[in-house]
């Protein structure tokens, strides 16, 4: 999945920013429109100007991950710029992208709209140059491109088993891997193995699960480098704790190509997106475990719809709720548009 999606020239990621995108492969709620940005800037504003989330005085950190071609950055940089003029003074935008060429989509958009960014390729080296983040770290759909381990059941052998990728001459196959095999995903493959017996004796052979190590280190490493601030991750995933889903055998991996969804994920690598709906229930007891206190856990629309009624009740640069606003809102949080799947997680660590 990594390579499929991320190999330099080869990969999906890789090819063109236009994959994303009405007319590309999938939706996002950045490509809705300018109004999801909006909404995210005024609530960063908010949080930035609440007393003791942020040190009074000195630079403030907004920092994304997965931010494509940096769309999203530059609506929520031209609304503060607008709306929050002495808050955006404060603020130094960055950056977590390690591909140059998606660097290069970056910079040209942002630049066209006359903002100035900085780059790390990832939480270590951000740490390393800002000394510790003071903001809002963010993503949008990214924790669900991150490369995923799928878990077989096989009910013969009463164990899980890891699926790999092998070539049968012609295709690309999922096979199950040898019970030795050790990868990122064995202490999941430990942990599942850990469910009560009269679960495991009734699921089918084959029931698949999948595993994120990558998503779970990667949220650990952002919590390392957060002084002060909030962490907020927008995406698609269930809203329980639920590790088993019956309702999901084959578990939740799917391939998206012209807006058609597909189960055919080892086909045409490079050329689809992959991905699978995130574990919010792993991912926030990760932060909690490294000191975060969860503000949010949500679906999307629910929060996005209190931040709606904030902005009618302050001077906040939402006065305008004109046509195009209300049917952007309509989209992102409709139940048959972007409104039905989409969770968000905000966890922060209080300013000492
Ligand atoms: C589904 S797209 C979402 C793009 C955009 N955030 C949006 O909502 O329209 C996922 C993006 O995350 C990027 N990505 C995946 N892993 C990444 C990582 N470790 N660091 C930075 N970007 C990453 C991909 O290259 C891709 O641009």
């Known amino acids: 999945m990594a390579a499929a999606l991320y190999e330099p020239d080869l990969g999906y990621y890789e090819r063109t920013p236009s994959v994303v995108g009405r007319r590309g492969d999938f939706q996002t709620a950045v490509t809705v429109g300018p109004l999801f940005g909006e909404l995210l800037a005024f609530q960063f504003a908010t949080?930035?100007?609440?007393?003791g989330v942020v040190p009074e005085n000195g630079a403030l950190h907004v920092v994304e991950t997965g931010a494509h071609d940096g769309r999203l950055m530059a609506d929520i940089l031209g609304w503060l710029r607008?709306?929050?003029?002495?808050?955006v003074a404060r603020i130094q935008p960055w950056i977590l992208d390690p591909s140059p060429r998606r660097r290069d989509w970056q910079r040209e958009t942002l630049g066209r709209a006359g903002f100035q960014v900085e780059w790390a390729a990832d939480p270590a080296e951000l740490g390393q140059r800002t000394g510790g983040v003071?903001?809002?770290l963010y993503s949008n759909e990214l924790l669900d491109a991150f490369p995923v381990h799928r878990l077989a059941w096989s009910r013969t052998r009463s164990r899980w088993q890891e699926l790999g990728v092998a070539w049968d001459g012609e295709r690309f196959v999922g096979r199950r891997m040898p019970d030795e095999s050790v990868t990122a995903a064995t202490p999941d493959l430990h942990r599942?193995?850990?469910l009560p017996a009269e679960l495991l004796s009734v699921l089918p052979d084959g029931f698949l699960v999948e595993v994120c190590p990558a998503a779970a280190d990667w949220w650990?490493?952002?919590a390392g480098i957060l002084r002060s601030g909030v962490h907020v991750a927008l995406d698609y995933g269930f809203p329980d704790d639920t590790v088993l889903r019956p309702e999901h055998p084959e578990g939740t991996l799917r391939a998206y190509r012209a807006h058609q969804v597909s189960g055919?994920?080892?086909?045409?690598?490079g050329e689809q997106d992959l991905t699978a709906q995130v574990d919010f229930g792993a991912i926030a007891s990760v932060g909690a475990a490294a000191g975060l206190r969860t503000l949010a856990r949500e679906p999307q629309r629910r929060w996005l719809t209190r931040i709606f009624e904030a902005t009618l009740n302050?001077?906040?640069g939402f006065s305008e709720w004109d046509a195009p606003r209300v049917r952007q809102?309509?989209?992102l949080t409709h139940p048959e548009h972007l409104g039905r799947r989409f969770q968000v997680l905000a966890q922060a660590r209080a300013a000492t």
């Open 47 to 51: 949080w930035l100007e609440t007393p």
């Open 82 to 87: 607008t709306w929050r003029p002495q808050l």
């Open 134 to 136: 003071n903001g809002v």
């Open 192 to 194: 599942l193995s850990e």
């Open 220 to 222: 650990r490493e952002m």
């Open 264 to 269: 055919d994920v080892l086909t045409d690598p």
């Open 314 to 316: 302050s001077e906040s």
């Open 329 to 331: 809102f309509q989209t």
